[in-house]
């Protein structure tokens, strides 16, 4: 009997160290699972319905959805390759206005083999650039390497097809999963001082528990939450300002880095088979005019923007028409630098002077005011609130655009217009539609108080990428927001602004920040809907 005792003893041992070596690992996997997983606040929200929100939540995140991939861990020479890819065009080369151009493009392999599955991240559309014309499509996938696009014909003249390939199926399978295990792949940190006592700590939208202690800095009236590592000397009361750390490093595999290669498999064009332009003829007599059903919001002719939902846009052409067009009017902007842009051009107008509305406030940073006091004319800026990338910005600046718009009273002569979507591209769709429910919640009753009053919100549009960006700021991320963004705010006496199209249509390069003759266009747009023709 005695001779059993040791090892029903090493059996014991045994269980006892695989048990307590399962929960330490279980402890590891929670504390990674919850980056993003913040403590519960005693705060009171306004009203909510959490049944509601949670079946909006799924609904919008089934709709975004992405294919794939359906093997894992191929040779990179199995990935698509553009270059041995092609499109074909289907029909005659000489087609008719008013009518619509089928392209099919079927993705291959770095073999020359084809893909036998979808997921790729493509972009399409039709362009003559003698004519200053372009229009963006949707490309739709089949889910078996091949795709269709179908384009609306709507100018006469010489139309060129352009696809391509933003990312491989490849390379958005590491994407998404960045956005699942590595939310906080940005950081930022803030500043704590008190007297000649200093101390900086990370701050983010998701901490891990148990860690550190942390600074709850959730905001008492949306409920967005916002935390800092506390000071080891310092309280948290003593918290001086805000501003972007960094960027982690080291986020892919040596294998996942294949498949984010400049000039090899991000943003490449890809070939046409045969021909890749057709010759638009005058359209048919009694042929009727292409049906747009919500696909694309519009194109460009002359290099002027021309909706596709029949709204008539101006051209502002001088300060002039753009003060007559302002006189009397509150214009609020909220965001992210992409709506600042539109800030700094309406303050470069000679009559308005630009205002500084705080001692410390950095030029990106604002809070910002142009007037012009002759003619009654208030212009503001404010960026949004964190996560904001942007350098060194006062904690007590720091505003959330769904308080800001519960300040404003609203009107005939109010407008406001909110861009916000490229400083969530890191973290999950998630926290992004919560943003987004908060500040349509606030959009409502501003039209409730006041129906007249013009919302413009501004969707993402592309930019320039690199396998560097791409971890952080991919087109794919910005799609994501984009669909969710144009969902959320359907149905509401709302203007959305497709910045999308009107840099994927323009024959400019794609820019974070889009050029000028964008800017202006979408000024146009904006001014258009101010000042109707018959009120200039």
């Known amino acids: 009997m005695d001779r059993h005792i040791p090892r029903l003893e090493l059996v014991v041992i045994l269980l006892v160290l695989s048990g307590f070596l399962l929960f330490i690992l279980n402890m590891l996997t929670e504390s990674s699972n919850q980056k993003c997983k913040t403590p519960k606040s005693s705060l009171r929200h306004r009203k909510s319905n959490p049944r509601e929100e949670a079946k909006e939540e799924r609904s919008l995140l089934n709709?975004?959805?992405?294919?794939?991939?359906?093997?894992?861990?191929?040779?990179?020479e199995l990935s698509s390759d553009p270059t041995k890819s092609y499109f074909v065009i289907q029909g005659s080369s000489k087609q008719h206005r008013g009518g619509q151009l089928l392209v099919n493009v079927h993705m291959q392999n770095f073999l020359g083999l084809p893909k036998g599955h979808g997921g790729d991240f493509l972009i399409a559309r039709l362009h003559s650039p003698n004519l200053g014309a372009?229009?963006?499509?949707?490309?739709?996938?089949?889910?078996?390497?091949?795709?269709?696009?179908?384009?609306?014909?709507?100018?006469?003249?010489?139309?060129?097809?352009?696809?391509?390939m933003v990312h491989p199926s490849e390379a958005v399978a590491v994407l998404k999963r960045l956005q699942k295990e590595q939310p906080d792949r940005v950081f930022f940190k803030s500043l704590f001082r008190s007297g000649d006592l200093a101390e900086i700590t990370v701050c983010n939208l998701c901490l891990p528990l148990n860690y550190k202690p942390l600074c709850n800095y959730t905001d008492p009236l949306t409920g967005e939450p916002w935390y800092c590592y506390k000071p080891e000397m310092l309280g948290c009361d003593t918290r001086i300002n805000h501003y972007k750390g960094g960027y982690k490093k080291n986020l892919i595999t040596e294998y996942e880095a294949q498949f984010f290669q400049s000039d090899v498999n991000i943003k490449i064009p890809i070939p046409a088979s045969a021909m890749g332009k057709v010759t638009v003829l005058p359209r048919e007599k009694g042929e009727a005019n292409v049906k747009n059903n919500n696909i694309s919001a519009g194109?460009?002719?002359?290099?002027?923007?021309?909706?596709?939902?029949?709204?008539?846009?101006?051209?502002?052409?001088?300060?002039?028409?753009?003060?007559?067009?302002?006189?009397?009017?509150?214009?609020y902007m909220f965001g992210d630098s992409t709506v600042r842009q539109w800030f700094e051009y309406l303050s470069a107008l000679p009559n308005l002077k630009l205002l500084q509305l705080?001692?410390?406030?950095?030029?990106?940073m604002g809070p910002y005011m142009a007037v012009d006091s002759r003619n009654n004319i208030r212009v503001s800026y404010r960026c949004h609130g964190p996560p904001i990338r942007f350098s060194t910005v006062l904690s007590s600046e720091l505003r959330y655009v769904a308080n800001e718009l519960d300040k404003i009273q609203g009107g005939p002569d109010t407008v406001v217009l909110v861009s916000m979507w490229s400083h969530f591209s890191t973290f999950p769709d998630e926290i992004y539609i919560r943003r987004l429910r908060h500040i349509r919640r606030t959009v409502v009753r501003l039209l409730n108080r006041e129906p007249a009053t013009l919302v413009v919100i501004r969707t993402a549009n592309l930019q320039k990428l690199g396998p560097g960006s791409s971890l952080f700021n991919s087109d794919w991320f910005s799609l994501q927001k984009d669909a969710l963004l144009r969902v959320m705010f359907r149905g509401l006496h709302v203007q959305l602004l497709d910045a999308w199209e009107m840099t994927l249509a323009h024959h400019l390069p794609h820019d974070l920040h889009p050029p000028h003759a964008i800017i202006r266009n979408m000024m146009d747009m904006i001014l258009s809907r101010i000042c109707p023709s018959e009120e200039i």
Do not use: M
Request: hydrophobic content about 40%; charged content about 15%; proline content about 5%.
């Open 63 to 76: 709709s975004i959805k992405w294919p794939g991939p359906w093997v894992q861990g191929l040779s990179v």
């Open 134 to 164: 372009g229009v963006a499509w949707k490309v739709h996938d089949h889910h078996d390497g091949t795709y269709t696009v179908l384009f609306p014909l709507l100018w006469a003249g010489v139309a060129w097809v352009e696809i391509t």
């Open 299 to 331: 194109y460009y002719f002359h290099g002027t923007w021309r909706p596709l939902n029949g709204a008539v846009i101006q051209q502002f052409k001088d300060s002039s028409a753009i003060t007559r067009c302002l006189r009397g009017k509150a214009l």
């Open 358 to 364: 705080t001692l410390y406030s950095s030029y990106k």
